[in-house]
């Protein structure tokens, strides 16, 4: 089963969805901002992800952030953040077979499904 997690909007995200159904691999999608997110499941992520690595540093979002927030970022604080404000999880996250995957790269999709 895989899960692909982001925002429909996002260019990476139409990248990721357009290589899954061109190589005609079964997804499912879930987007934050129709589905939800809710701590539990960052939680989950970042029990398999580096919390830092889920934080996207490059998107409006994060760099609208005060510099005392951005200082103060630690695992919790970081977690709460991308709660309230779901634009800011890099993108995308996907499941695979129970593996956590971060971002995408067509080779690195080759790689993961052996295409």
């Given at each position: 089963m895989t899960t692909l997690y982001g925002i429909s909007n996002c260019?990476?995200?139409?990248?990721?969805?357009?290589y899954l159904t061109d190589k005609n691999i079964a997804f499912t999608f879930h987007d934050y901002r129709k589905d939800g997110v809710d701590l539990a499941m960052l939680t989950e992520f970042a029990a398999h992800l580096d919390w830092q690595d889920l934080v996207n540093k490059r998107g409006t979002t994060y760099r609208q952030l005060s510099d005392e927030q951005k200082q103060s970022l630690n695992k919790d604080t970081a977690l709460a953040l991308l709660v309230e404000q779901p634009a800011m999880i890099k993108r995308p996250v996907m499941t695979h077979d129970?593996?956590?995957?971060?971002?995408?790269?067509a080779a690195q999709y080759d790689e993961i499904f052996s295409v």
């Open positions: 260019d990476t995200i139409k990248k990721a969805k357009k129970s593996q956590y995957y971060l971002g995408f790269k």
